[in-house]
């Protein structure tokens, strides 16, 4: 039991298929202002892949991300909302999280895989990294 092959067989989406959303990153380029709305954009080689509308609560706790999807050959509005949660840093200062609209806990990332309508973390979508999948 437990040897090689054992375990769950099949596919599992990985972290780096997924468009993610850093709370880290946003801090640091401003966009969890209180008050703060714009796009945020996914590139690959220099091409723009995806992108979502964002906007921040005026008391800043709460960020509503806007954006469509076609599902079955139709143009779909979707809509996430995701709690900011603010915490302290560990040499000072606070840090910002995002709290997942699946589960209710703080993340500092959340993601959107394929074929998934709303932005959730990885333990609710079951998500593995790419170098766990290598022998």
Do not use: H
């Not at 005026?58 to 979707?78: Q, W």
């Not at 000072?92 to 932005?119: A, E, Q």
């Amino acid at each position: 039991m437990g040897g090689y092959g054992s375990g769950r067989q099949g596919y599992r989406a990985t972290v780096e298929s997924s468009l993610m959303l850093s709370a880290y990153y946003m801090q640091k380029k401003g966009i969890l202002e209180p008050g703060s709305s714009g796009v945020y954009s996914w590139t690959r080689e220099a091409e723009t892949i995806a992108s979502i509308s964002y906007n921040v609560g005026r008391s800043g706790d709460l960020l509503t991300l806007s954006y469509a999807k076609t599902k079955d050959g139709k143009r779909v509005e979707l809509q996430t909302l995701a709690p900011i949660v603010k915490g302290p840093a560990n040499f000072g200062g606070s840090r910002y999280y995002l709290g997942c609209p699946l589960c209710g806990r703080r993340y500092s990332k959340l993601y959107l895989p394929c074929g998934v309508d709303r932005f959730g973390c990885r333990r609710c979508y079951n998500l593995t990294y790419t170098s766990c999948n290598e022998s």
